[in-house]
């Protein structure tokens, strides 16, 4: 099979969907493996890292050309003229917050496999999670940051120390959604010495992190009332909640941003929407904004900060699923239960049921 690696051309991404040795191992196995000049630079590839038989380093169109395209983020609007009928993309996609682009993949008739629908019969998302992981790492460490005074932004940030030092409280940190990310988020602020309390709809999250973290404190069940007192005094907060294919769900509005005025809010689940009716995109080149006496960052690809240790993170985990999509044929491979709860769009049918209910468009079970 013909697989195309784009350069990434979102606002500072600098991830890349193949690492060399993964562009080897499916050359190794007779594909033809098509990487665009310049795609692994922001991870630190240099395309002579890339250079292996089987492997071409060829221009944007000689790429989009191929028969499975995977990349890292959607497609931007500059790239959807390369779309076309029984392409396969594979990629992170979140078009329940993205109706143009699910639009577009429509009309063009893509396969769209989206790598955050992807999920085993236990119910994990292997292909969201190593990104929630770092996506939540990094919400604490930007949060953490701009906390400050000197923060960067034209917003001083409360001046409060995440850990505060001796006699002097710690910043109070709240997340919604303890799983992979939420999880994630916890362990980083606690380990820069926060006060942290994550709130989640699911009892079987919240007893787990109790006992990862030997805190009762930490967890709380998010009753639909009584929750949102848990914002008083809070330094800042984490958007982690997800419903799989679904727009985030959105639980908070300005007026329960009042209570942390001051305060920061990191919103990771706006890729899928955001959970606050105040959550906004952001991009790298223009960060935050302040909303509700609350400083925001709603940025889709926390993860681009750290190119080098996301991009092996990420192909760890896509390489065995490009690699079976590659050997197999794509219509075959999306066979499998995992790959196949990942298609989102298949020849101009949406066929992921969540996806069709955030879309408010019909759903048509897959018969590929
Ligand atoms: N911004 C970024 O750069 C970035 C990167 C990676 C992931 N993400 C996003 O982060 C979000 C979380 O992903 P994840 O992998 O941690 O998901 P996950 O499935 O591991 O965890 C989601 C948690 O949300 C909880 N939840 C669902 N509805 C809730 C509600 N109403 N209130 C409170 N909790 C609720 C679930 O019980 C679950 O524990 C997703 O939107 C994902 O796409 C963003």
Known sequence: MIIGVPKEIK????????????????????????????????????????????????TKAEVWAAQLIIKVKEPQLEEFHFLRPEMCLFTYLHLAAASELAQTLLAKKVRAIAYETVQTDAGTLPLLAPMSRIAGRVA???????????????????????????????????????GNAGKSAASMAKGMGAEVLVLDVNPAC???????????????????????????????????????????????????MQRMAGGVFIDIAIDQGGISTTSRTTTYADPVYLEADVLHCCLPNLPAAVPVSATLALTHATLPYVQKLADMGVETAVADASLARGVNIWDGRVVHRGLAHALGIPFRACSH
Request: one cysteine or more; aromatic letters at 4%.
């Open 140 to 178: 604490v460490q930007t949060g953490a940051r701009l906390l400050q005074s000197e923060n960067g932004t034209p917003f001083p940030g409360k001046g409060v120390l995440m850990g505060g030092v001796d006699g002097v409280p710690p910043a109070r940190v709240v997340i919604i959604g303890g």
């Open 206 to 256: 919240v007893i787990g992190l109790q006992q990862i973290f030997g805190e009762k404190n930490i967890a709380r069940l998010l009753d639909t009332k009584h929750w949102p007192s848990a914002l008083n005094g809070c330094d800042l907060l984490i958007g982690a909640a997800l419903i799989p294919g679904e727009h985030a769900p959105q639980l908070l509005e300005a007026k329960d």
């Open 11 to 58: 606002n500072r991404e600098r991830r890349v969907a193949l690492t060399p040795e993964g562009a080897a191992q499916l050359a190794a196995a007779g594909h033809e493996v098509r990487i665009e000049q310049g795609a692994g630079e922001g991870s630190d590839y240099r395309d002579a890292d890339y250079n292996k038989d089987g492997v071409r380093i060829l």
